[in-house]
């Protein structure tokens, strides 16, 4: 089980593994976002996408009876205790892995301990991210029975290379030049793509090379965002409208003198777009968000900013902030002055990246740990049901 997106992309690299091992397994992806589940039908084509059942007794069992899973693996921490109950009755295991549990959800989860530790301790395994992750798990349950430390699967999944197909059709899309600077702003919440544009004109003003593509993080903001553009007096090239087919088409408004702003609306390419970035600011951080995924720019050896609030990531930021691999801004005056300083100085940006790529493959390995872990659950002559299911 895959909450959203961003769990939904670490699937790959860890399903082609346990295919590979065991093959002839049969793999049901479930979400419980609508863009979960879009980004999971276009991913995983070849598998069967249901939405998750809601938390009551009547409807997860059935579910359950419906699709007969050998096991049940649910990705970071997406806990829902019927679920987790009737899975225990059925005899089915139900295992967290890639397990994370932040400081905050922790205090939140420790109030009702005497709740959540049998159910934890209901669970076949726990595979976590870090030891830190470890001990809170462990607290809640009472004991470390059952826990693994496995590291992130994340960075498995991390794209280095640049030079990927999708990178370079969205390149063709948005018409960038190799002469250019790319700042890819992405995941971002209101106000950041404001503060964004406001930085991209005040620094372009001496480094006119300069180019910036807006990714919002929640598809019903797209029509926003664009608006914003659009109120701003500027350009506009949106993804959306452009389909494969027609990517080198060329925008008469779109000048040197005003390029276009890019706008990155769909579902699932920011992991390719940020193979464009030169420098990357990641969103949900200069807000009460708590930050998103900083790792697939940092893979891509770009300079990589984002705000102070980002306690969802918090053991990721220390390490590159350890590694001097990041940079925090605390507001758009210190995100104008990084920027700024990267442009006068592309070399100290570049080192950043260097460093920060180093980190993430430095990181790379969870992947086979956590199947060495799971895959003898996977094998049964049992076999799910997606017609069942639906």
């Known amino acids: 089980h895959a909450v959203s997106v961003g769990e939904v992309l670490q699937l790959p690299p860890l399903l082609e593994e346990l295919a590979s091992q065991n093959p002839g397994v049969e793999f049901v992806i479930t979400t419980t976002t609508h863009t979960g589940y879009a980004v999971a039908r276009e991913k995983f084509p070849q598998h069967c996408i249901c939405y998750f059942p809601l938390d009551f007794s009547w409807a997860v069992s059935r579910a359950l009876q419906r699709i007969q899973p050998t096991a049940v693996f649910l990705v970071e921490m997406e806990f829902w205790p019927n679920f987790v109950l009737a899975a225990d009755r059925l005899k089915i295991p139900v295992s967290i892995i890639n397990g994370r549990l932040s400081e905050n959800s922790f205090r939140g989860y420790r109030k009702i301990r005497a709740l959540i530790g049998p159910l934890l301790n209901r669970l076949h395994l726990i595979a976590v991210q870090t030891d830190a992750y470890a001990k809170r798990f462990a607290q809640l349950k009472g004991d470390s029975a059952g826990i693994h430390v496995t590291g992130s699967i994340k960075f498995d999944g991390v794209q280095i290379e640049r030079d990927d197909p999708l990178t370079e059709e969205l390149r063709n899309a948005f018409q960038l030049k190799s002469s250019e600077t790319i700042l890819v702003v992405g995941s971002t919440q209101s106000p950041e793509e404001r503060i964004a544009l406001d930085v991209y004109l005040q620094a372009r003003k001496r480094f006119p090379d300069l180019r910036l593509i807006l990714v919002p993080r929640h598809q019903e903001r797209f029509e926003e965002v664009a608006g914003l553009v659009r109120r701003y007096g500027l350009p506009l090239i949106r993804r959306s409208h452009h389909s494969r087919e027609d990517v080198g088409s060329v925008l008469p408004f779109s000048t040197s003198a005003k390029p276009a702003i890019c706008l990155l609306d769909t579902l699932g390419e920011l992991k390719a777009c940020w193979g464009l970035a030169a420098f990357a600011f990641v969103g949900g951080s200069l807000t009460k968000r708590g930050g998103q995924n900083m790792i697939e720019p940092a893979g891509y050896g770009a300079a990589v900013m984002f705000g102070p609030n980002t306690w969802n990531f918090k053991d ?75």
Request: with cysteine; glycine share 4%.
């Open 316 to 390: 990721v930021v220390d390490a590159l902030i350890q590694h001097r691999a990041a940079t925090v801004v605390r507001d758009q005056d210190e995100l104008l002055d990084t920027l700024t300083g990267w442009l006068e100085d592309p070399e100290s940006a570049k080192r950043q990246g260097e460093r920060a790529r180093k980190f993430v493959l430095d990181q790379r390995g969870a992947t086979n740990r956590t199947v060495e872990l799971i895959s003898p659950l996977v094998v049964s002559s049992r076999e799910p049901s997606c017609d069942r299911a639906a």
